[in-house]
């Protein structure tokens, strides 16, 4: 991420849920030689186990030429310590419900226990927003307030910071307003690598805002799982492997696309 910020471009952080994905986005690196994060969320790990989604990534990652990274997004501090002690290469801990105070207290936990054992952490700084709480509320925005970013990173020893300037999780109900004089600014008070959470969605002119204004990784998920349910529901084929393996063309594609946009293309 430090090298992407010096040169100007993101890397693409994709959630993959299973094999397909890992091996869609993986491929779709190895093409373009682009650095790429896979990024797996609790839900995944429940459904997948940690070893078992760990070692079909372990077994992609160790075929390909290019850098790949496996990162937890939104965990808990639970979540964090098992995927730290399972050697993630980096973890988030989602304290965006939490106020500032308990945001900051967990935040520093993880980052210790992360550090100590090689690993680096993402924290969030106010509520990207768009996510579904176990209750089934929906997150809303809450803009990162750039006065208070650096003592955050400072008090975290936080090495990359989610930032939430106008993206939501999942799919825009109405056009996405991004505040990038905000982002401008939270840049102005800090130097670590910047994260967009909710790369689904935006225009290509979007990404090539944010980027130049300071942002190093870029998560993206429903566009991609969206490229592998459209093509799984149009398939005339009717060999399940054969279906699995349109799905993950389509994946790759996509995941292409965005890798393009990012300007990551020939940065492995
Ligand atoms: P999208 O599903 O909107 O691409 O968001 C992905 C994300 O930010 C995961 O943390």
Redesign the pocket.
């Known amino acids: 991420l430090l090298k992407a910020q010096k040169g100007g471009y993101a890397v693409g ?1 994709f ?1 993959a849920e299973n094999m397909e994905m890992v091996k869609a986005i993986i491929q779709a690196a190895e093409e373009l030689k682009a650095p790429v994060m896979i ?1 797996t ?1 609790p839900s995944t790990i429940k459904y997948g186990t940690l070893e078992t989604y760990q070692a079909i990534v372990a077994a992609e990652a160790a075929k390909a030429s290019v850098p790949v990274c496996l990162h937890l ?2 965990g808990s501090y639970e979540a964090c310590y098992k995927c730290i002690d399972a050697g993630f290469s980096s973890v988030m801990f989602d304290g965006s419900r939490l106020s500032y105070e308990e945001n900051i207290e967990i935040s520093s936990r993880v980052s210790k226990i992360a550090h100590q054992m090689g690993a680096h952490v993402e924290f969030e700084l106010g509520s ?1 927003g ?1 996510l579904e709480a176990e209750d089934g509320t929906v997150d809303e925005i809450k803009y990162t307030d750039p006065m208070v970013a650096a003592e955050f990173l400072e008090r975290t020893d936080c090495d990359f910071l989610a930032v939430s300037i106008g ?5 825009y109900k109405s056009e996405p307003n991004l505040n990038l004089s905000l982002l401008r600014e939270i840049r102005n008070k800090v130097s670590c690598p910047l994260v967009l ?5 935006l225009s290509n002119e979007d990404f090539r805002n944010t980027i130049s204004g300071g942002i190093s990784k870029i ?6 799982v969206h490229a592998g349910t459209d093509c799984l529901r149009t398939s005339k084929c009717q060999v399940y492997a054969d279906i699995l393996l349109q799905a993950e063309s389509a994946m790759c594609r996509a995941a292409m696309d965005k890798m393009m946009v990012f300007g990551s293309q020939g940065c492995a």
């Open positions: 952080a959630n990024q969320t997004d939104h990207v768009g993206t939501v999780h999942g799919t959470h909710g790369g689904s969605g998560n993206v998920y429903t566009d991609i």
